[in-house]
């Protein structure tokens, strides 16, 4: 029997609600359980694709080609899983689904309603999930805050779930507990209505989460079981931290494991050692270095969360913490204007600004030997600039953002089928990538053949590619199939690599991106030459 674990959270957003049910994941597979992931968008859009990274932070992009939420991205780092489009679904695709069926004639004649017809939609997808049986669990989480109107159907589907599955639904809710400067005390008033919400939904949570600044005394978690209903025991404390990936041993340090394998009886083994051994080792980790990330949402990080959290894996791997430096590209000029940064990441994007000052940015990066990683966008840039300032194309550009450019390096090309990628039409998710043999990028991988996820329109205009080779550049990994350029490098330059795709999205903390970690020690190496 599945057993089905819904998160929900409660009081304010960010609390940290993907992160905490990503490290329940966690927790639950070091005692061998099997868990996958659901997360529910309360938002009317079919999916985050249309939605600008400002309102929503990184579009997640899952290797069947899904564009998914962020959390997705945190439950594959968490728990070392790939999930797919079943994991991920918003309001959006449950009325586009049940508008559909009435289209077909499925409802007979009936009145279609929010119940019993919408819930039904929603409890199907939910089982859905773990369709195969592959599973134990489902651990599912619910976005938005209890109390927003549009995430009532879903609190009904868990109500109904509950009352059918019994024991086999746990409800956890995670609520904010503030310190109060002021009192010097912890409140709990909060949480409380919080749950009653919840209540008079007809809900009661079986486990609450307690995000806080400091330790839960014995005397609030008292006060939180009496007045929220919620045994003393499965109070919990989610205290801050520096390091998200501390979060699963924190929880079993406080007793999670034991309360949740208690309540939804499953047998566990003994707890594997694996994760805390590697918070072990970012405890020892005291070598700071900076890395220089170019972007258009510098102001916004979570637009960027795979791509920080990559690095970050980096890092572990090469026992140093990354730092990084968000730089406005319109502001840099020369090698002094990057003078503390070791490392140069240019991330993927959409859109016209910032690119002039990305292409500078990449110019002295590649004059000055600076290691440099391009992502998608970052690696059209890097082919821009180097037809303008090497090969003496000055109208090279992309056809995304200027049509009628004299040199259209980067192009929405014909593939050798004749079929065009029209607009519309992004590549997206997996795709096989060949590598070189006596390239960087096959030394990095260390693999003839590679995939890696996609997200984006425009290509590597192949017209070009005998100039740009018989100049220096090296196409080191291909898309055979359609003759699409993946990997470009310059062998002279100590690290200067541009992907089309998006490596981020598969680096892991225990196990790092290659290209994220060949990056940071460049980096390393970079820093080490620069203070000789
Ligand atoms: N805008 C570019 C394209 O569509 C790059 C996309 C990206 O960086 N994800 O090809």
């Known amino acids: 029997m599945t057993k089905y674990v819904f998160v929900t959270g409660g009081v304010l957003s960010s609390l940290g609600k993907g992160i905490a049910t990503a490290s329940i994941g966690r927790i639950l597979k070091n005692r061998g359980i099997k868990v996958t992931f659901l997360k529910i968008d309360p938002y009317i859009n079919v999916d985050p694709g249309t939605l600008s990274p400002y309102q929503h932070g990184e579009v997640y992009v ?4 899904a564009e998914t939420d962020l959390d997705l991205g945190h439950y594959e780092r968490f728990v070392g899983i790939k999930l797919t489009r079943i994991n991920n679904f918003t309001t959006g ?4 689904s049940v508008i559909q069926r009435e289209r077909m004639g499925d409802y007979r004649g009936k009145t279609v309603q929010v119940v019993p017809h919408v819930i039904e939609e929603i409890i199907l997808r939910i089982k859905g999930t773990n369709r195969n049986n592959r599973y134990q669990a489902v651990l599912v989480e619910l976005g938005g805050t209890i109390g927003d109107i549009e995430s009532q159907p879903f609190t009904e589907a868990i109500r109904q779930m509950k009352l059918k599955l019994k024991k086999n639904v746990l409800h956890i809710h995670l609520v904010l507990v503030p310190y109060i400067k002021t009192a010097g005390e912890l409140k709990t008033k909060p949480a409380q209505h919080s749950v009653k919400t919840l209540n008079e939904l007809g809900l009661q949570p079986d486990i609450l989460l307690c995000r806080t600044e400091k330790p839960l005394p014995d005397s609030i978690r008292e006060k939180l079981s009496l007045f929220c209903n919620v045994e003393k025991e499965a109070v919990i404390q989610a205290v801050d931290v520096d390091n998200i990936y501390k979060i699963p041993t924190n929880f079993k340090k406080v007793g999670l494991d034991k309360v949740l394998l208690d309540k939804i009886q499953i047998k566990a083994s003994k707890n594997d050692q694996q994760w805390d051994k590697m918070v072990e080792k970012i405890n020892k980790i005291h070598n700071r270095i900076t890395i220089g990330l170019v972007g258009k949402y510098v102001e916004l990080h979570d ?17 140093v913490l990354v730092q990084i430096k968000w730089i406005q590209s319109e502001f840099i000029h020369d090698k002094t204007d990057l003078k503390d940064i070791c490392g140069l990441l240019v991330p993927g994007g959409f859109g016209e600004r910032g690119i002039e000052g990305k292409i500078q940015v990449i110019k ?19 082919i821009i600039e180097y037809a303008r300032h090497v090969l003496h194309k000055h109208d090279a550009h992309s056809t995304e953002f200027k049509t009628d450019c004299h040199d259209p390096v980067i192009d929405i090309i014909e593939t050798k089928k004749n079929i065009k990628q029209i607009g519309g039409t992004l590549r997206k998710g997996g795709y096989l990538c060949h590598l070189k043999r006596d390239s960087k990028a096959y030394r990095i991988y260390k693999q003839d053949e590679i995939t890696e996820r996609h997200r984006h329109r425009y290509e590597f205009n192949n017209q070009y590619r005998k100039i740009f080779s018989d100049s220096g550049m090296v196409f080191s990994g291909l898309y055979k199939e359609k003759d699409l350029v993946e990997i470009i490098e310059l062998p002279r330059h100590p690290f200067f690599i541009g992907v089309q795709f998006h490596p981020e999205f598969q680096s892991r903390p225990d196990r790092a991106h290659p290209l994220f970690s060949a990056f940071i ?5 970079f820093k080490k030459s620069e203070e000789e």
């Open 62 to 65: 899952t290797e069947d080609g």
């Open 521 to 525: 020690k460049a980096s390393l190496d």
């Open 303 to 319: 637009a960027y969360k795979s791509v920080i959290e990559a690095l970050t894996h980096g890092g572990i791997e090469n026992n």
């Open 364 to 382: 002295v990066a590649r004059e000055h030997g600076i290691p440099f990683l391009g992502l998608c966008l970052g690696m059209q840039c890097a």
């Open 93 to 96: 695709q449950i009325y586009y």
